[in-house]
């Protein structure tokens, strides 16, 4: 097993997943051994380029966000490969890795638990700096004021609490923590999710700013399409471990091909009552389908 970082690919991805596998255990004998696994991911392959956004939909448990926690090397895949810039880093230790894990950075869904309560604010940014020795505290107070106003926030916040902050402002937060190492990649895993609807959008408007200032790629996780077009450049949908169905935000949107990806479709508001009905009507036959197929499972 390898236990550095080993070059690997041409580097024209940011990050990569190649036949990207994982089980958990779902029932043990008394003894402890594992007598049943579930599948989480059944050989996903994702990629993205500098400056573009991949988005992947589907609902709770298509294994959408098991995938996001394997590009980020949060958690280790059963089988497949992970590269970063390049980069095999499939089995690379904690260790190995450290002088690349600013390349990529994670966004969590829950605004209110990814923040330690009992940090301020301006700590909780510094901390990446800290651990990863690339500022004196000195130099660190400096960049977190530089960062908060990167995310539209006032310094003067960090000297506050988390709790004393807004689910839209702890968010921000979160991002400027994600951007303290300068990464190539953001992750974000339902990074909306939480936050009413305005706040949505200015989040979203957030990733979109950042992404033209600073070339960032961009893996958003989400169970919305709508929000997965606003920001995406391709999409893949996922069902039950699988990706069902990949392409450019358009064609996916305009054009599925999958029965799964119409019924997501058909869940998404539209403004005009007319073109709601037309769309339900259209996509009734493929409901049908969807049953019909899916209930038997992936295989099916």
Known sequence: MAESPT????????????????????????????TERAVAVDGVSVRVEPGKTLGIVGE????????????AKLVPADGGTVRWGGVDVTTARTGALRPLRGSIQMIFQDPYGSLDSSYSI?????????????????QAREQVAELLETVNLDPRLADRRPGELSGGQRQRVSIA????????????DEPTSALDVSTRAEILNLL????????????LISHDFATIRHLSHRVAVMY????????????VVDNPQDPYTRRLLDSVPVPNVEQQRA??????EDDAAWRAGRAAGPGA
């Open 7 to 34: 070059p690997s690919g041409d580097g024209r991805y940011a990050v990569e997943g190649m036949d990207l596998r994982k089980t958990f255990p779902l029932r043990r004998s008394i003894l402890g051994r594992v």
């Open 208 to 219: 979109m700013r950042l992404q033209d200032s600073m070339g960032l790629a961009i893996v």
């Open 60 to 71: 709770s448990a298509s294994g959408k966000s098991t995938v996001a926690r394997m590009l």
């Open 122 to 138: 301006g700590y909780s940014v510094a901390e990446p700096l800290l651990v990863h020795r690339r500022a004196t505290r000195a």
């Open 177 to 188: 923590r994600a951007l303290a190492l300068r990464p190539t990649t953001l992750i974000a």
């Open 240 to 251: 039950r471990g699988k990706v069902v169905e990949e392409g450019t935000a358009d064609e």
């Open 279 to 284: 769309r339900r009507a259209r996509f009734r």
